[in-house]
C-alpha cells in the first residue's frame, strides 16, 4: 500500500484534519489537494527518488504536503521552522533537495539557507480547503503513479549520541507501521487524535495523523501544546486518543489543580513515547485523570512505535511493554539472542524497519546484523516478554567498570517529592574514570542533601550522584527529548551544588 491508500477507503465527506478556531479539511478535500500538489510538483522537474523539503508550523499544509509529495515519487522531508540559518543548511546540504515547500514569506532562515545553497524555494498554503501554489500547472498527461517502495519520508535521528543520521522510509515502512498502531490500539473511525506532537517528527506524523487517517478517525492539530487549552480542546473535539511525551504530561500534571477528572471526558487513553517515561509518573497521570496510560518505545528508523504496553491487559510501569506486531530481541556483542534477564542490545525487525541510512555504510554496517537492526539502546526482556529499557550505548556510566544506567538514576532522582526534573550523566573522574553527575530542577523548599538521603534509600551507593549541579531547567530537543551529553557539556562550567 501507498500513502495515498491510507485516504481511499474514507468517505470524502467526513472530516479528516481540524484547525481549532480555523478550517476543517474533509478527506475529499485532502485527497484532492495532495493530487494537485503531486501534479504541480511534477510538472516542475519533481521525479521519482527525488527529496523535497518543506517547513511549517502544524497545520494543513505540513499534512497535505507529505501525501502531495508522496503521490509524486518524492520523499519529503519535513524541517523545524525554528531551526536557525546554520542548522538549516545542515539539513539541506545532507537532504540535496529538489525544492523547498514554505508558505508565502515565512521562514526567512529557511529561504536564506536555500538560497545560499542555490535550492528553489515554492510556496504552497491553504485559503480555507483550496491548497494554493505558486509552481507551475500540470500538462495534459499521465499522472505519477507511488510504488510502495519509494521513498516517502526522509527524517533524521535527533542526534543524541552523533550527528544526526538521515533516515529514508518507504511508503512500505509507514503503512505497515500505521496499520501496526491501528490494531495496537483498535483505532477506528469513531477516534479523534489530538495532535500535539511536532508534525516534522515522526511521533506526531506516524501515530498522531497517518495512523489515524487510516482508520479514517479526525485529527485535530492545534499549532502548539498549550497546558491551558488543552482540555477545553478534548472537551470540545470529543478527543479519544492523545499521544505525548513525558515533558507535555508532567504540564498537565502541573496544572490539573480544578481540572474535571477525565471520566466526564472522551479520551480512551493516553500514550506516551519517544523518551522515558518514569514509573512514577505514570501511576500519578493514571490516578489524577482516571485514563489509561500506555506507555511506548519507537524510534525513526522503525517508521515509529516498536513495542507498547497493551491497552487492555498489564501495563507494567518502567517497561515499554511488548513487542507491537515488531520483532525484538536483545542481541550480545557477538549477535547472539541473549535470554530473559540479561541485558543486551535491543534490536528489531519487521516491515516498518528503514532498509538503511541515507549515505552512510559506516553506520549501517554496525546497525543492521543478521535480519536485525541494532537500536544502540541497552535493555533487558522479563520472562514474559515485556521491554525495559536502561540507557543508550553511550550514555551507560562506566565506574571502574561497573555499568550504571542513568535511567535507573533518573528515575530514582524523580521519586523524590521535590525534584521536578533530572538528568544523570557520565562525570570524568581520576579514580573510577567516571562517576555520576546530575543536573536537577528543584521545587521549592527541597534540599540537594534530602534528595541523595532519599536516592542512596534505593540505590547502591555507587549509583548515587557524587556531582550535581542546580539548574533552572534541562535543555531538550524540540521534540521534549533529553539529550544527556548536552546537558553535560552545558553544566561543566557551572558550579556544582554542596551535597550537605
Known amino acids: 500500500m501507498t500513502l495515498a491508500g491510507l485516504l481511499e477507503a474514507t468517505d470524502g465527506e467526513r472530516p479528516a484534519l481540524c484547525i481549532p478556531g480555523g478550517t476543517t479539511l474533509t478527506y475529499g478535500a485532502l485527497r484532492e489537494a495532495s493530487a494537485e500538489l503531486a501534479s504541480r510538483l511534477s510538472a516542475e522537474g519533481a521525479r521519482a527518488g527525488d527529496v523535497v523539503a518543506a517547513s511549517y508550523p502544524n497545520g494543513l499544509e505540513i499534512v497535505a504536503a507529505l501525501f502531495g509529495v508522496a503521490a509524486a515519487?518524492?520523499?519529503?522531508?519535513?524541517l523545524n521552522s525554528a531551526y536557525t540559518e546554520d542548522e538549516f543548511?545542515?539539513?539541506?546540504?545532507?537532504?540535496?533537495?529538489?525544492?523547498?515547500?514554505?508558505?508565502?514569506?515565512?521562514?526567512p532562515a529557511a529561504r536564506a539557507a536555500a538560497a545560499t545553497l542555490g535550492i528553489p524555494v515554492l510556496d504552497v498554503w491553504f485559503?480555507?480547503?483550496?491548497?494554493?501554489t505558486n509552481a507551475r500547472e500540470a500538462s495534459q498527461g499521465a499522472e505519477p503513479q507511488a510504488l510502495d517502495d519509494d521513498i516517502a519520508l526522509f527524517l533524521h535521528t535527533s542526534g543524541t549520541t552523533s550527528r544526526p543520521k538521515g533516515v529514508p522510509l518507504t511508503h512500505a515502512n509507514l503503512t505497515a507501521s500505521a496499520e501496526n498502531i491501528q490494531r495496537w490500539y483498535r483505532l477506528t473511525s469513531a477516534d479523534v487524535s489530538y495532535c500535539v506532537m511536532p508534525l516534522f517528527h515522526v511521533h506526531g506524523l506516524v501515530f498522531s495523523t497517518l495512523a489515524h487517517l487510516g482508520a479514517g478517525a479526525l485529527v485535530v492539530i492545534p499549532e502548539r501544546f498549550s497546558a491551558s487549552s488543552f482540555w477545553p480542546h478534548v472537551r470540545e473535539y470529543g478527543a479519544t486518543v492523545v499521544s505525548a511525551v513525558p515533558t507535555i504530561f508532567r504540564s498537565l500534571l502541573a496544572s490539573a489543580a480544578g481540572q474535571p477528572q477525565s471520566g466526564a471526558l472522551s479520551l480512551r487513553f493516553m500514550r506516551s513515547s519517544?523518551?522515558?517515561?518514569?514509573?512514577?509518573?505514570?501511576?500519578?497521570?493514571?490516578?489524577?485523570?482516571g485514563i489509561p496510560v500506555i506507555e511506548a518505545y519507537s524510534m525513526t528508523e522503525a517508521s515509529h512505535q516498536m513495542t507498547a504496553n497493551p491497552l487492555e491487559g498489564e501495563r507494567r510501569p518502567g517497561s515499554v511493554g511488548v513487542g507491537a506486531f515488531v520483532g525484538v530481541a536483545i542481541l550480545d556483542e557477538n549477535n547472539a539472542e541473549c535470554g530473559p534477564g540479561i541485558v543486551g542490545e535491543v534490536a528489531v525487525r519487521g516491515p516498518n524497519v528503514t532498509r538503511g541510512y541515507h549515505n552512510n555504510p559506516a553506520a549501517n554496517e554496525a546497525a543492521f546484523t543478521a535480519g536485525w537492526f541494532r537500536t544502540g539502546d541497552w535493555g533487558r526482556l522479563s520472562d514474559d516478554g515485556y521491554l525495559t529499557l536502561v540507557g543508550r550505548l553511550k550514555e551507560l556510566i562506566n565506574r571502574a567498570g561497573e555499568k550504571i544506567s542513568p535511567v535507573?538514576?533518573?528515575?530514582?532522582?524523580?521519586?523524590h517529592p521535590g525534584v521536578a526534573e533530572a538528568v544523570s550523566f557520565a562525570v570524568p573522574d581520576e579514580k573510577y574514570g567516571e562517576t555520576v553527575g546530575a543536573a536537577l530542577v528543584?521545587?521549592?523548599?527541597?534540599?540537594?542533601?534530602?534528595?541523595?538521603?532519599h536516592v542512596?534509600?534505593?540505590?547502591?551507593?555507587?549509583?548515587?550522584?557524587?556531582?550535581?549541579?542546580?539548574?533552572?531547567?534541562?535543555?531538550?530537543?524540540?521534540?521534549g527529548k533529553v539529550q544527556r551529553r548536552v546537558v553535560a557539556t552545558t553544566v561543566a562550567n557551572e558550579v556544582p551544588a554542596n551535597l550537605d
Do not use: C, H, Q, W
Not at 545542515?90 to 521562514?107: H, M, N, Q, S
Not at 485559503?127 to 494554493?132: I, V
Open 408 to 415: 535507573e538514576v533518573d528515575e530514582a532522582l524523580l521519586s
Open 442 to 453: 528543584l521545587k521549592e523548599g527541597a534540599s540537594v542533601g534530602a534528595v541523595l538521603s
Open 89 to 107: 543548511r545542515f539539513y539541506l546540504e545532507d537532504i540535496a533537495p529538489k525544492f523547498l515547500l514554505l508558505g508565502p514569506g515565512t521562514v
Open 274 to 289: 519517544s523518551a522515558p517515561l518514569p514509573a512514577n509518573t505514570m501511576e500519578r497521570l493514571e490516578s489524577v485523570f
Open 456 to 479: 542512596r534509600s534505593r540505590l547502591a551507593a555507587f549509583k548515587v550522584p557524587t556531582t550535581v549541579y542546580i539548574v533552572e531547567s534541562i535543555p531538550r530537543t524540540a521534540t
Open 127 to 132: 485559503e480555507g480547503e483550496r491548497l494554493r
Open 73 to 78: 515519487r518524492a520523499g519529503y522531508a519535513p
